[in-house]
């Protein structure tokens, strides 16, 4: 039996502007590591939490990545005992999908490491486990690109019922990450709890209009769809920078611009690898006058999911 | 110079469950005839409406058909006469886009009749002055599809962009017309002004599937994102045996099955022919119970659009 496995689990972008809580996509570069190993002690344990600057959760039960083992242990194999080294390569508080990589990341190196061979399905139910620590709600549309790759449609909660989404070859994405953390918790709570109908419309016109341009090829159309009326009001002024950022990657050619995740991580969808370089450059000068630090990557639209690595 | 124009603009379903404003089909069979001429007396004279049982206005002014001409006319050729002649071939007040469709044909004809050219997204803007009078607000998503044809996604209503999406060759549509009214303006009125943002994340889900499920040809996707949690929960209660109607389609094979418009009409969504007529068989039969009349249609998922005739 094997002793020990890694896996990864990239970053992602959610929300995608018009696609709130129910679309999300992978990205390439950051991810989270997760190394899974059987242990004599009953129960799940953190034996290390490296890569982060900021002090997170030893606790097992307050780490999202503890709660998915948990209750993978529970549900497949009561009684055996793993303990997980967590290696962050994704910002905390930082909007492309932190939380939702360690969970995943510790639910596929504990699904191999006990040969649970679980389906995707059965370990994104496992890892939501993780994100009810993170955002006191249930959410997978950072859980489910994570897990799937790609781009991916959180078509219902109700039950859960993934669809990807093929995307142009030619899409790029630039990302932008203030170094500044906002809680997801917060920034859900400051979200209006009804929506006007007109606006209702609104969205959920962008929302079918974004599908379609994923669909078709059509840049503009995506554009035009990369619009959000709902949570980009509420929250746009809890990110330094923000309007001057999102002004930067419009008039450097950037299709749509938006808040990833639940910020302060900002996106842009450009046509080309060498646009996105171009609009992410100029969102950081954007940003620069603020004096706020920032990371930038550029990545295609819709990266390699999570993944046994050794 | 062309002295008479006569132009056909097919009925269509719209809001089609999950696209509540913004998603619509052609339907093949009813539609709306109009028959324009120059006339010596400026403006825009209604000369004879039929086919329909109950009275419709035969000032200009106040019948669908009116407004997009007179406007046409105000913004192209001032001081231009024009009579029409009304042909209905869609119940009014049924659902199936009755106003929207003698709005279309009126326009078309009269563009063709007075040489004007416009293209059509000029034309839906004129017809738009039709639906005001039925609806008491703006709304496209009859209007476009019955002069684009197909299936129609309004993006946006400002500006207003429309997109054409495109569908399984296999898939069909069984519609029931209970024969009562419901005034359009009535149901919006009953509608919630606000939407609780669960339902919003729900709504805007089914909607971003069902335009996925419409590329891909995922009939089983079309299925579950043919859920309407805004208007359909208002409206229900409108349609004699709605309840019935519903769960007779979807026991006989039907994807889903929701409202047409504002109702009465129900329309399902199947993946043959066959199973279309089947399924509008046994909605009829449902309705029989209650005691109320209807007609039915199976119809291709978007047929052609509004066309001059001769």
Chains 1, 2 share one sequence.
Not at 152 to 157: A, E, T, W
Not at 268 to 283: H, W
Request: proline share 6%; charged share 15%.
């Amino acid at each position: 039996m094997v002793k020990e496995v890694t896996a990864f689990a990239p970053a992602s972008v959610s929300n995608v502007s018009c696609g709130f809580d129910i679309m999300g996509f992978a990205l390439e570069g950051p991810g989270d590591t997760v190394t899974a190993r059987l242990s004599t002690q009953p129960g799940v344990r953190i034996g290390s939490i490296s890569g982060c600057t900021s002090p997170l959760p030893v606790d097992a039960s307050g780490n999202t990545a503890g709660p998915p083992v948990i209750a993978l242990l529970r549900q497949c194999v009561p009684g055996t005992g793993v303990e997980i080294d967590i290696c962050k390569g994704i910002p905390v508080g930082g909007g492309i999908g932190s939380s939702a990589a360690s969970a995943v990341a510790a639910v596929v190196a504990a699904d191999a490491l006990l040969g649970t061979n679980l389906s995707r399905e059965e370990l994104l139910e496992l890892a939501i486990e993780g994100e009810k620590i993170a955002g006191g709600s249930v959410h997978v549309d950072n859980l489910s690109p994570c897990l799937w790759g790609g781009f991916v449609l959180v078509r219902g909660y109700n039950p859960i019922d993934i669809v990807s989404i093929s995307v142009p070859d030619s899409l790029f994405c630039s990302v932008i990450s203030p170094r500044i953390e906002i809680k997801t918790e917060h920034a859900r709570k400051i979200l209006p709890k009804a929506i006007p109908m007109e606006d209702v419309i609104t969205q959920t016109g962008n929302a079918a209009g974004l599908i379609a341009g994923m669909f078709t090829g059509d840049f503009p159309l995506i554009g035009r769809s990369l619009r959000d009326v709902i949570a980009e009001p509420a929250r746009a002024h809890l990110i330094p920078g923000f309007t001057l950022m999102k002004e930067a990657a419009l008039a450097h050619g950037a299709l749509g611009c938006g808040i990833s995740g639940s910020g302060p991580s900002l996106f842009a969808l450009a046509s080309s690898r060498d646009d996105a370089g171009k609009i992410v450059s100029a969102m950081g000068n954007a940003l620069a006058v603020t004096g706020c630090g920032y990371a930038t990557l550029v990545s295609c639209v819709g990266a390699r999911g999570a993944r046994v690595i050794s």
